[in-house]
């Protein structure tokens, strides 16, 4: 079973302030693919980043950062001098290996990011 | 531009009353999916089709309903079994081929029930 835990229910940060989410998944697959997406208001999920299990390079795009470490499975997000427009619910999921196009994701139950200026 | 389209935006229902989301894509994606989400939960998949006229159950699929005719669409029907259907569905479709960029997310179907 697959099993995703986003320990963090809110998250509230002054403009500029540096923030971290942290997901901590269970998976008995050996390949296996980890996601964040982005949900502003509006509800639609934004994806933001997809890292596979063989791939542990931690990567930045503009202020936002992530961190995978297999070893503690976790794959944590950094956002860098936060603005009020990351005030938004983020999702980090997990997918196991494409099987016959079966490419079903299990969520965490998200955190709540507010931004205040 | 391509895209996921769900309607309506916001949906009533009445106690015992079945309705019909809609979930419409142009992205030539094979695979669709029915997720629902409720405060403090995340996301919960309710079903979902990798070709089309075959669909299979997901974690939460008692009082839903699905049918995949065409490969762009796969509407959810809510039945009345559905207990306490109020909640906020995501339909979501993907390729193989854009797996390096995830899933496309429709904007959303908010059902109250009345």
């Known amino acids: 079973a697959q099993k995703v835990t986003q320990a963090q229910t809110e998250i509230s940060v002054v403009e500029k302030e540096d923030v971290t989410l942290d997901c901590v998944y269970e998976?008995?697959?050996?390949?296996?693919?980890l996601f964040w997406y982005k949900q502003p208001p509006s509800g639609e999920l934004v994806f933001l980043i997809r890292?596979?299990?063989?791939?542990?390079q931690n990567e930045i795009s503009g202020r936002y950062s992530w961190n995978f470490q297999k070893s503690t499975s976790s794959f944590n997000f950094t956002i860098t001098a936060s603005q009020v427009v990351d005030s938004a619910v983020y999702f980090c999921?997990?997918?196991?290996?494409?099987?016959?196009?079966?490419?079903?994701?299990?969520f965490g139950a998200g955190t709540t990011v507010t931004v205040r200026a | 531009d391509g895209g996921i389209t769900q309607s309506p935006k916001y949906l009533f229902r009445k106690e015992g009353q079945n309705v019909t989301l809609s979930c419409e894509q142009n992205l030539n994606h094979d695979a669709m999916y029915w997720y629902r989400q409720d405060p403090g939960q995340g996301l919960r998949l309710i079903y979902y089709?990798?070709?089309?006229?075959?669909?299979q159950k997901g974690d939460i699929a008692e009082g839903y309903s699905v049918s995949r005719e065409k490969k762009e669409s796969f509407p959810l029907t809510v039945t009345s079994a559905q207990k306490n259907p109020t909640a906020f569905y995501l339909c979501?479709?993907?390729?193989?081929?854009?797996?390096?960029?995830?899933?496309?997310f429709g904007s959303g179907t908010r059902l109250t029930v009345v």
């Open positions: 999921a997990l997918s196991g290996p494409p099987l016959f196009n079966d490419y079903k994701l299990s």
């Open positions: 998976t008995r697959d050996t390949t296996y693919y």
């Open positions: 979501a479709s993907t390729a193989s081929y854009s797996l390096n960029y995830g899933y496309t």
């Open positions: 089709s990798q070709i089309v006229n075959d669909f």
């Open positions: 890292r596979n299990s063989f791939d542990e």
